[in-house]
């Protein structure tokens, strides 16, 4: 089982750009958060989802970010037009959500914008 | 507003010395409390706890949760150098939705 796995780990984007995260859940998870980790703050929920649904998206900024969980592949966070405040860690993590399971994390993509 | 509050905010210790972690929480719909830690990468799952006054242990860290009073604490026993890191607590609410503390940061020197 490899794990949930988030691709490109550090991503440098100019102001304007736009960035993409991936992150492929742990097998049989169909439940997947992404969470936004600033500099000297905690990890903040942004957006819940499963497959072909957005569940929750309560933390997610109302413009520029967008997030979806196709029925293939894996889940993309999308960020239009970067500003230099974007810069974070974002996490994703998956779950069962069976109750009394836990939800595992990613390792994380360091988006830099310059 | 569901929040999660965490203290000390960071915390030095020399090796060997035990050390309590400390979570307090307001929320609604609670689930469960989990303890992660995170180095310079991932969090990783401690535990997760959702009975009251049954501790969890695992080697030298154990955790209790406390849901009349609202708080949950980690400890732990004999520190080493490789415990320095983030401890983070976070409440699952029912949805599956994990509401994060600010983390408490131990450095344990030699």
């Known amino acids: 089982n490899a794990g949930v796995m988030q691709n490109p780990r550090h991503l440098v984007r100019r102001r304007g750009q736009e960035a993409r995260l991936r992150c492929s859940p742990m097998?049989?998870?169909?439940?997947v958060y992404w969470y936004r980790q600033l500099p000297e703050e905690g990890l903040k929920f942004m957006v819940y989802?499963?497959?072909?649904?957005?569940?929750?998206e309560s933390g997610m900024p109302k413009e520029r970010f967008s997030a979806e969980f196709p029925k293939e592949g894996p889940s993309i966070l999308r960020i239009q037009q970067v500003v230099r405040g974007d810069s974070a860690a974002y996490f994703c993590?998956?779950?069962?959500?069976?109750?009394?399971?836990?939800?595992?994390f990613g390792q994380g993509t360091r988006l830099t914008v310059v | 507003e569901d929040k999660v509050v965490q203290s000390p905010l960071s915390l030095v210790v020399h090796e060997g010395d035990t050390v309590t972690l400390n979570c307090s929480y307001e929320?609604?719909?609670?689930?469960?409390l989990l303890w992660y830690k995170q180095e310079k990468k991932a969090p990783t799952f401690l535990f997760m706890l959702t009975s009251s006054g049954i501790e969890k242990k695992s080697g030298r860290l154990s955790s209790i949760l406390d849901k009349k009073e609202l708080f949950s604490i980690l400890n732990i026993t004999a520190t080493q150098t490789g415990d320095s890191a983030i401890y983070l607590c976070a409440v699952e609410l029912d949805g599956g939705k994990l509401i994060f503390g600010q983390g408490t940061e131990l450095s344990v020197k030699p």
């Open positions: 993590a998956s779950s069962s959500n069976r109750v009394g399971t836990e939800a595992f």
């Open positions: 989802l499963q497959k072909e649904n957005i569940i929750d």
């Open positions: 097998k049989g998870h169909s439940h």
């Open positions: 929320v609604t719909n609670f689930r469960s």
